[in-house]
């Protein structure tokens, strides 16, 4: 789903970018803007990521005036030639090329909508000129570099805009983010957002810096900016309904990786079952999980909050041990017990297919409940944890020895 196309210079000249499409063929547009080593194997593979949420990406060759086609890598020599062509960089003559990359988004037979920008590194820098400058419908700066120094273009921001920066960051230092911040204070349009311990770069994966975490909520934080000004907008709740009506109703397995990306994962965290990538969550769900699951379970829901990009279930997991549940009780034989666990799944999708799924009990209750843990001097819970769920009302800190000591004493 990807292809390079020429763009028309408004000065004259043509230009490469490189386009990824979505899944469903078409959609709204994001126009992503280079770091300072090109159209790289890490631009692309971050287009690609982007048109799987079901955008047409496009990524202009904004180095064509230097030299077309530039691709560098991180080594020392990379490095250097990456400095190289900033320093010759006409910032002004790029958010041209900008705008004319926009000009033939609009007209690819592909956009459905409208169009945002993204931009990292230097790129940052563009998506905020592109925002002060262009006709972009919005736009996001991942540590953009220098922005401080053309604050006065601020004032043009008339399209939603989000800011990342690093608090370690040495190209766009809390001294430089200070400032922006101050500058935009009181423009509700432009959303700044900080991530502690974490240095430029932290959203490049697999780079001396990047940081998993940052780099996931900041993609999160990104993408529901996108949603809300381009979308496309999935019915998240419904998809999830219909993936667990696979797993627990129908019990097919095809059916129900169906309903994930090609290369999906799970993990039950108390137990560390489930699988990562298609073969081994597969060979799972057939072998260990939907045959490995008592009949008589039962889901009932307490609670759903729905984001841009996931869905975060609460609810009561009940069932009958009448079976070894290799996910949650693995090497442990039927008891015949009955039990009912509150129980949490946080689902986090990419376009309209499940990405992956973290889901999370409380361990020590289950074996109260089938009878393998003793509670006696224990601070855990059986079936109690589950029933005050349903009923806030019964008795809080009875495992608190000590809480009879706080009675009658000043609040």
């Known amino acids: 789903m990807a292809e390079w196309i020429e763009v028309a210079a408004r000065d004259g000249g043509r230009f490469k970018a490189y386009v990824a499409r979505p899944p469903h063929g078409s959609g709204p547009g994001i126009v992503l803007l280079q770091e300072i080593f090109g159209v790289n194997v890490t631009m692309r593979e971050q287009a690609d990521a982007w048109a ?12 064509w005036r230097l030299q077309p086609g530039i691709e560098l890598d991180y080594s020392p020599e990379g490095w250097q030639q990456a400095f190289a062509c900033y320093q010759k960089f006409d910032v002004d003559k790029g958010i041209e090329d900008v705008q004319a990359t926009i000009h033939a988004l609009r007209a690819h037979p592909a956009l459905k909508g409208k169009i945002g920008a993204v931009g990292y590194c230097l790129g940052g820098k563009l998506a905020y000129l592109t925002g002060t400058r262009t006709d972009i419908d919005c736009s996001v700066c991942y540590y953009g570099v220098g922005i401080e120094q053309c604050l006065d273009e601020l004032k043009n921001v008339k399209a939603p805009m989000v800011m990342h920066f690093a608090e370690l960051d040495q190209y766009a230092p809390p001294a430089a983010v200070a400032k922006i911040k101050d500058a935009a204070r009181g423009n509700e349009l432009i959303t700044i957002y900080e991530y502690p311990g974490v240095d430029h770069a932290f959203a490049r994966k697999g780079g001396d ?15 529901a900016l996108f949603r809300q000004v381009l979308g496309p907008r999935y019915n998240l709740s419904a998809l999830w309904d219909k993936h667990c009506e696979h797993e627990f109703v129908t019990r097919d397995v095809r059916a129900t990786m169906a309903t994930m990306v090609a290369e999906p994962y799970v993990n039950h965290i108390p137990t560390m079952t489930g699988g990562f990538g298609h073969d081994h969550l597969a060979r799972f769900y057939k072998y260990h999980f939907i045959p490995k699951t008592p009949k008589d379970t039962k889901l009932i829901p307490i609670s759903r909050t729905v984001g841009a990009d996931r869905v975060v279930d609460e609810m009561l997991f009940c069932f009958t041990h009448d079976i070894e ?30 990405y992956n799924e973290h889901i999370y009990w409380d361990q020590a209750s289950v074996l109260v409940q089938i009878g ?31 809480w009879q000591e706080s009675e009658g004493k000043p609040i």
Not at 52 to 63: N, S
Not at 373 to 398: C, M
């Open 325 to 354: 549940i290799d996910w949650m009780l693995p090497g442990i034989p039927p008891t015949g017990k009955y039990v009912e666990i509150p129980l949490v799944a946080i689902v986090n999708f990419r376009g309209d297919k499940l």
């Open 209 to 223: 810096h990047w940081h998993k975490p940052s780099a996931m909520m900041a993609y999160s934080r990104s993408l």
């Open 52 to 63: 799987e949420e079901g955008y047409v990406v496009v990524v202009p060759d904004l180095f």
């Open 372 to 402: 393998k843990l003793d509670p006696t001097g224990l601070p855990v819970a059986g079936v109690e944890t589950a029933r005050k769920l349903l009923d806030p009302s019964l008795p809080s800190n009875t495992l608190m020895h000590n």
